[in-house]
């Protein structure tokens, strides 16, 4: 146990021991499943069995102001439920900017109080430092184990519920007497005076994830607990490793990391070896945040001691996934050699090591940073890497074949971690110290498991799923969903957590169990779940996390079933998997092609839309080989009124089909036999329906990426589902939602501007030119002036004139084109001032700005209608009118104020919002670049002009003076 001396001072981080069952007050549950607070049980007070030694340790903090924060909440939950309300954003707004300044206030505070002492009869706050949440006790939920108390539980915000008052236990110490380590203390509830915190006399149930410990719940009975100091805050803290740091282990010479896979309460899938990460001083890598990588180190005495490490000093070395120590074995029957494994606990005196400085002798403790050897104190062997290959235990199956089982989703170098008799001098390991943002994620992630582990058992005992049961599951498995996102983007380092805590095999083979027909209702809900956080665990650019699952690819593919709400979220799981990831779209034949098209014409639901449309391209690249087969395969278009349901809905204008108004659109969803006008059909943007036709779009798009004119020309010509007079109909038409216009928007790129033969001007560039050729002409504007240099004669793009009629029209005079042009000016013209809420909205616009890219590169704009999408395009880049919301009065103080930290800060935060503004920026920024790119050009040739000239008029021979030179 760290040092018990001295007085209990604010910052310190404290255990707290429970003398009526002698054990520690813990929690290692992060997940909302089952909140009680845990009591261990007869536990020594030195060396305490603990999964982690964080999880029994708490900060003591001020009493932090709350009421901003709490204010916040509220408003943020009255939101979720009317998120439409344009007054209740402002409030919001507003709420965020004063529970920011709360909060800022609290941590100054708390840092201007640290290392002040603690005394009886004042109050204090306990964070947990494994959760980062705060003890807090409930005055509506009652004990798990004694219903007639109040259930402790632990929240990540502070409220008066977390305020408890120090009193002393007995009478040797009054009020205002300094509170010492090792003193026995009573804590009262602020929030309810007279309730303490009190250690139940019964365990936990049967569905709990302590089922043999007491609870802590708030009585009128007392409990004293003892205080332990765990470390004592210094100054030079954080620059120096101590109990309980959690590091990375870097081999420096072979450039690799100790790490081992598994879990724990689980066998180990690898053993300890050595992982190859190559620095590359040209391309920096960030350091590795999978939890594999992560070591706790302890003192040998006691887990239960965080204070510093020294050098030469007695450790531990525990692996954070699986909870296991390194350690040493005989690698030999004789027991002449030694290699490194896990095991499970202390009581092993091969476990303890001595870390030896390799630097500065003169060095006391050890820092981060720092380069050690490792020695086991028992062998006096040393920690070895071997230049040997490892031989991995997990199986790994070839590449070869279409199998997806043998998809290899871990290709890293990995060598054997050995032991040495001698020791090396090049054996020199590195002490990275993880951050600790990190660390709450990793510790976030090992607290879930728990419940996961619990869900599957129970799974495997035919437990019967009732609501309240299933609802808790529920909510556990929508934090964890929620824990991937940050803004509603994933984010990568938390995703592979869930792979390297085992989370996906553990949901997987929770799928594979049959629904609980008892309970169908609770049990299918919960089931969804599943399937969402598997989803959301594929979203991003992870290729690797897209392989890992690959494996059970086979088992989705067998779930889906278009009649069940079960099969339709697992072709989300297929979609998700197959996007954008090569390998495995490589593996699917056309006989799978032909089952999903199959399923799309039996139900007409939109996810096998978007499942067809990621086999079309894959990372940005066209794959024409299926676009073919499926345009062939889908696009088979039925005669109006044969009543023989189509899998595509068509469009048509009212003059085409006998209907009023003739110039509106009309759409049929059953091959031409009913319609519907368009713009009542898009009432319901999240309708089934309106789905389909969005995916339907989309598919269309996809199918003609890269140019594909085998697809283009039969949606164009062939069955002519999207006519030019149709789409720009449609994209101009303000009665239909934002999101399908900017659809039509990208499909006219693909159908009719970024099609056959036609090249980009800036691709034909030239910066040698002949120079009789260089002659002087009168300014004409950058674009002219640049196709002229060129000697760009034929039209840019005949395939564009073609569809439109005018093929021996000059491009500047053809009437379709002026529409568009027009079109554009006017929509760029009123939407220069971007609002961040308008998601769909902004959507549309940077659809435009690429479209505009487009029109520009080729060449199809004149110089003055350049000109005017430029100045508007420049209004857009500066963004100084950019709003977070609309009805924002400039004029307000307030929303002045809101406007200001939008434009600081607020437009910088990650989330959909920023995310749409952030592409309409860059499509913004690729048309500055085209058209400076001319701007270029324009003035070399300018220059060559003047060049000329100067020469020519001074009589001189411009050849000639240049051989001279």
Not at 283 to 299: C, N, R, V
Not at 483 to 493: H, N, R, S
Not at 873 to 902: A, C, F, H, M, T
Request: net charge negative; hydrophobic share 35%; proline share 4%.
């Amino acid at each position: 146990m760290a040092d018990e001396e001295g007085f209990v001072r604010i910052g310190d981080e404290v255990c707290l021991y429970a003398e009526d069952c002698s054990g520690f007050v813990f929690n290692r549950n992060t997940s909302p499943f089952h909140e009680g607070v845990a009591v261990g049980i007869r536990q020594d007070r030195k060396k305490p069995e603990l999964p982690n030694p964080h999880v029994a340790v708490f900060e003591v903090c001020i009493q932090e102001r709350y009421k901003l924060n709490k204010k916040l909440r509220k408003l943020q939950e009255e939101f979720r439920q009317h998120p439409g309300k344009t007054e209740l954003q402002t409030e919001l707004e507003e709420a965020e900017l004063a529970a920011k300044a709360e909060t800022a206030g609290n941590r100054l505070q708390q840092k201007r109080q640290n290392g002040q002492s603690v005394t009886y009869g004042s109050v204090i706050q306990f964070r947990h430092k494994f959760t980062h949440k705060f003890i807090h006790c409930s005055t509506t939920l009652t004990s798990y184990t004694e219903p007639h108390n109040m259930r402790v539980t632990f929240q990540p915000y502070t409220m008066k519920n977390a305020q408890f008052r120090l009193m002393p236990r007995y009478k040797v110490k009054d009020e205002g007497d300094p509170v010492c380590m090792g003193d026995q203390l009573i804590l009262e509830s602020v929030k309810s005076p007279g309730g303490y915190l009190h250690v139940s006399k019964h365990v936990f149930g049967k569905l709990s994830l302590e089922d043999h410990c007491r609870e802590l719940n708030i009585a009128v009975i007392q409990s004293g607990f003892t205080v332990f100091r765990y470390y004592k805050p210094t100054k030079s803290g954080d620059t120096l490793v101590r109990g309980g740091s959690v590091i990375r282990l870097f081999h420096r010479e072979l450039e690799a990391y100790l790490v081992a896979e598994g879990l724990f309460d689980y066998s180990l899938t690898e053993n300890v070896h050595l992982r190859v990460r190559p620095v590359d001083p040209a391309d920096p890598k960030m350091p590795p945040t999978s939890a594999i990588y992560f070591w706790q180190i302890e003192h040998e005495e006691s887990c239960a001691n965080g204070e510093v490490i020294k050098w030469n000093q007695q450790i531990r070395l525990r692996h954070i996934p699986t909870r296991k120590y390194l350690a040493v074995c005989p690698a030999d029957p004789m027991h002449r050699t030694f290699k490194l494994t896990l095991v499970d606990g202390p009581s092993d005196s091969k476990t303890v090591f001595q870390l030896h400085n390799v630097v500065d002798d003169k060095s006391v403790v050890a820092k981060f940073e720092s380069y050690t050897r490792i020695e086991n104190l028992v062998t006096g062997w040393w920690v070895h890497a071997s230049r040997d290959d490892y031989q991995q235990q997990k199986e790994q199956v070839s590449d070869e074949g279409n199998s997806m089982a043998g998809l290899k989703w871990d290709v890293a170098q990995v060598k054997q971690a050995a032991m040495s008799d001698e020791m090396h001098y090049d054996d020199a390991f590195s002490l990275e110290q993880v951050h600790p943002l990190d660390i709450t994620h990793t510790n976030y992630i090992a607290g879930m498991v728990p419940v996961i582990q619990m869900l599957l058992n129970l799974k495997k005992l035919s437990y019967p799923m009732a609501t309240k049961l299933s609802t808790e599951f529920i909510q556990c498995l929508r934090d964890l969903k929620n824990f991937m996102l940050i803004g509603g983007e994933p984010v990568k380092a938390r995703q592979k957590l869930l792979r390297n805590f085992e989370i996906v095999d553990m949901l997987v083979e929770i799928l594979k169990f049959p629904v609980d027909k008892k309970h169908i209702s609770s049990a299918t809900a919960l089931v969804l779940e599943v399937y969402g956080v598997l989803c959301t665990y594929l979203l991003g650019d992870s290729r690797k996390n897209e392989l890992y699952l690959a494996r059970h690819i086979d088992f989705f593919v067998s779930q889906i079933n278009e009649k069940t709400i079960l099969g339709q979220h697992a072709v989300n799981m297929v979609t998700e998997s197959f996007r954008d990831n090569r390998q495995i779209v490589d593996r699917i034949s056309h006989d799978h092609i032909d089952f999903f098209i199959e399923l799309l014409r039996r139900s007409k639901n939109y996810r096998y839309l978007d499942l067809l449309g990621v086999l079309c391209i894959c990372d940005g690249e066209a794959m024409p080989n299926n676009q073919e087969y499926i345009t062939t395969k889908w696009l088979v278009r039925k005669v109006y009124g044969s009543g023989d349901l189509a899998c595509v809905f068509c469009i048509e204008k009212g003059k085409a089909i006998n209907l009023q108004p003739a110039e509106d659109m009309f759409i049929s969803r059953d091959n031409g036999s009913t319609w519907v006008p368009l713009v009542e059909f898009s009432e319901n943007t999240e309708s089934n329906d309106y789905l389909f036709l969005e995916g339907q779009l989309d598919l269309f798009e996809k199918l003609c990426a890269g140019r594909n004119e085998f697809a283009a020309k039969a949606i164009r010509e062939d069955y002519r589902y999207v006519s030019w007079e149709d789409s720009f109909h449609c994209l101009s038409n303000e009665k239909l939602p934002a999101r399908l216009r900017a659809k039509v928007c990208n499909l006219i790129t693909r159908l009719y501007v970024d099609v056959g033969e036609v090249y980009s001007i800036l691709d034909q560039s030239n910066l040698i030119f002949a120079l009789e050729d260089i002659c002087h002409s009168e300014d004409s504007g950058v674009i002219r002036r640049t196709l002229d240099m060129l000697g760009t004669s034929k039209p840019l793009a005949p395939e564009l004139d073609a569809m439109l009629g005018t093929t021996d029209v000059p491009r500047e005079s053809s009437k379709e084109m002026k529409e568009l042009f027009a079109w554009i000016a006017s929509f760029l013209g009123t939407n220069c001032c971007l609002v961040a809420s308008q998601i769909s909205k902004n959507c549309l616009i940077a659809e435009v700005l690429k479209l505009v890219s487009y029109l520009l590169k080729y060449g199809l704009y004149s110089q003055e209608e350049s000109d005017v999408v430029m100045s508007m395009v420049l209004d857009i880049v500066d963004g100084k009118r950019d709003k977070p919301q609309d009805g924002l009065n400039e004029n307000d103080n307030k929303s002045r104020e809101i406007l200001k930290n939008y434009h600081e800060g607020g437009r910088y935060e990650q989330s959909p919002e920023t995310k749409s503004i952030a592409y309409i920026k860059l499509n913004a920024l690729e048309i500055l670049d085209i058209y400076l790119s001319f701007d270029g050009l324009s003035k070399l040739r300018s220059f060559l002009s003047d060049f000329k000239n100067i020469f020519e008029a001074s009589g001189r021979d411009v050849l000639q003076e240049f051989v001279k030179v």
